[in-house]
Nanobody, 121 residues
Framework: QVQLVESGGGSVQPGGSLRLSCTVSGSTFSIEDMGWYRESAGNQRQLVASITSSGFTNYADSTKGRFTISRDNAKRMIYLQMNNLKPEDTAVYFC???????????????WGQGTQVSVSS
């Protein structure tokens, strides 16, 4: 019943900004680690940024200093603020979350459907 839905993707010129959002719905006893991954043509899905329940963040080297991941536990959402976008940032961005759906269940990874980000002149 748990579902993740991304939004906020689109087309932007180099140097522009976008903010991606991911909303978690369904039964969630607890939401633990969350993150953003991306897939570009010919490449495997790779980590963009992650954030733990305590707020510790990790970024891919290519995005460090330009992207910021954050979360709103009350709203069950995570965000990815992307600044100074580059053509190489073009990809489908996926939200992921490690979620304990019920108190008696172990955490399980969930993925959203993805949202397209295109950066070009």
């Amino acid at each position: 019943q748990v579902q993740l839905v991304e939004s906020g993707g689109g087309s932007v010129q180099p140097g522009g900004s976008l903010r991606l959002s991911c909303t978690v719905s369904g039964s969630t006893f607890s939401i633990e680690d969350m993150g953003w991954y991306r897939e570009s043509a010919g490449n495997q899905r790779q980590l963009v940024a992650s954030i733990t329940s305590s707020g510790f963040t990790n970024y891919a080297d290519s995005t460090k200093g330009r992207f910021t991941i954050s979360r709103d536990n009350a709203k069950r959402m995570i965000y990815l603020q992307m600044n100074n976008l580059k053509p190489e940032d073009t990809a489908v961005y996926f939200c992921c979350a490690q979620i304990r759906a019920h108190i008696w269940k172990t955490p399980h990874g969930y993925w959203g459907q993805g949202t397209q980000v295109s950066v070009s002149s």
